[in-house]
């Protein structure tokens, strides 16, 4: 038996990391189908919400759930009713969750659009998701009524694939694409809300195409879709902070104009309003600043989905992508703009800043300049009045000194020393004075340098 080849012991993430490029798998598709997808935002709603939401889904009761299903952020679930037996997708992000069901085709719609026959109960479920809604379509995929050119550079489309989806959408203009490097497929929209509340859209597809091409397609296109709303949420956070943004911008230059006009101004008054100014900066980056580099991350996925989705024109219609970048494009710049501005804003007030602190500190550093050129004055004035106190101290403990030698040499005297005290005393005076002298110049000596 040959040794068993093995890695090292793995590390902490490698098993997560690699499920993730298996997480999300796209589904197989049967023709006809038809696909209700609802994206909510669940910023208000637990996971518990959800999974109460999953339990009740109709003809799943039989298939046990619980929190630890929902740990994968993912779930299929196989749903089974009279008439009816189909498959829901959940899947929960950071910001929103999405349901996808896969049905098959029920009855087609009426030439005049009406809406396929769902069971009561199927219908109440979807409008009761927790959530607020963010995207919601119904894709129709259907076979082609008749077969494709086979090259992409022919740009026409059947008229019976055109009729179908007039029918399914409406007599209204339309938008239109091939899906593809082949052009294997059409994609027809309106983009526009119905009563209801969906977007409608129309995949039309070759029939012997294999099922997981057809779930790509069926997981793109609602993608696409999602990340667009997304990534337009932050325009009109845009739009409110643009006013605000425009009176700070006029403050900091009132602010800078006054510094430079009047240097010597109320400092201190110029500095509480730069403080309060950079707080009102600080505040609307802490409030924004993730949805502005959310936006940006999502508008990188819808380019990314746009390319993966291949289109390429058709006769007369104007594409899916082409529709969506006309105002998605300007939008996007339009957020871009308020971040930089929000962001160039806040490094002005941080060199307003120091400039300001600069001229504080200035002004500080000569106050205390000044204030050192007072404590030199004083202390030299000092110095002189202790100069002048200890030549008094030296003439009064030099008399004190004397007066106790003359009390000294008169008891000498009386002893019978033969001396004079009056004399002997105006020989000692000089001595007292030069020795009085001599001992505190060694103790300003000893204080001036103290032993180590």
């Given at each position: ?336 703009s308020t971040a930089a501005r929000l962001e160039s804003l806040s490094q002005r007030i941080e060199r307003c800043s120091a400039l300001l602190r600069t001229r504080v500190e200035i002004a500080a550093e000569a106050q205390q300049q000044r204030l050192l050129s007072q404590l030199t004055r004083g ?37 019978g020393l033969p001396l004079n005290p009056e004399i002997a005393t105006g020989a000692l005076i000089p001595v007292v004075l030069w020795a009085v002298w001599r001992g505190t110049r060694r103790i300003h000596a000893r204080f001036a340098h103290p032993p180590e």
């Amino acid at each position: 038996m040959s040794p068993a080849l093995r890695p090292p012991p793995d590390a902490a993430e490698r098993r997560a990391l690699h499920a993730e490029l298996h997480a999300r798998p796209a589904p197989r598709i049967r023709l006809p189908a038809l696909l209700i997808y609802v994206a909510v935002r669940h910023e208000r709603h637990r996971l518990e919400d959800e999974l109460a939401h999953l339990l009740a889904l109709p003809g799943s009761a039989a298939q046990a759930l619980s929190l630890a299903d929902l740990g994968a952020q993912f779930l299929r679930r196989r749903l089974v009713l009279p008439d009816l037996v189909g498959h829901l997708r959940w899947e929960r992000h950071s910001e929103y969750t999405r349901y996808t069901l896969t049905l098959p085709l029920p009855a087609p719609g009426e030439p005049d659009g009406a809406e396929p026959a769902l069971p009561q109960a199927l219908c109440d479920w979807v409008a009761a998701i927790p959530g607020q809604t963010l995207v919601a379509l119904q894709l129709v995929m259907q076979a082609l009524p008749a077969p494709l050119e086979a090259s992409p550079e022919q740009p026409g489309a059947p008229a019976a694939a055109q009729a179908l989806a007039q029918r399914w959408l409406g007599p209204g203009p339309l938008m239109g694409s091939r899906l593809g490097s082949s052009g294997h497929s059409l994609i027809y929209s309106d983009l526009c809300l119905r009563e209801n509340g969906f977007e409608r859209l129309l995949l039309l597809s070759d029939a012997s195409h294999h099922e997981l091409r057809q779930g790509r397609a069926a997981q793109r296109l609602p993608e696409f879709q999602t990340y667009r709303s997304l990534a337009l949420l932050g325009l009109p956070v845009a739009k409110q902070l643009g006013p605000e943004l425009s009176a700070c911008e006029r403050e900091l230059a009132q602010l800078t104009e006054a510094l430079q006009r009047d240097p010597q101004g109320e400092q201190q008054q110029q500095l509480d309003t730069l403080i309060a100014l950079a707080a009102r900066v600080e505040h609307m980056t802490a409030q924004h600043g993730y949805r502005f580099a959310a936006t940006q991350a999502y508008y990188g996925i819808v380019q990314q989905r746009l390319e993966e989705l291949g289109e390429s024109s058709l006769q007369g219609a104007q594409t899916l992508g082409g529709f969506t970048l006309r105002r998605l494009v300007p939008a996007m710049a339009t957020v871009q703009s308020t971040a930089a501005r929000l962001e160039s804003l806040s490094q002005r007030i941080e060199r307003c800043s120091a400039l300001l602190r600069t001229r504080v500190e200035i002004a500080a550093e000569a106050q205390q300049q000044r204030l050192l050129s007072q404590l030199t004055r004083g202390q030299t004035l000092q110095l002189n009045l202790q100069t002048t106190v200890e030549g008094l101290s030296i003439a009064a403990i030099s008399y004190y000194v004397v007066s106790l030698l003359v009390y000294g040499l008169k008891a000498l005297k009386t002893v019978g020393l033969p001396l004079n005290p009056e004399i002997a005393t105006g020989a000692l005076i000089p001595v007292v004075l030069w020795a009085v002298w001599r001992g505190t110049r060694r103790i300003h000596a000893r204080f001036a340098h103290p032993p180590e």
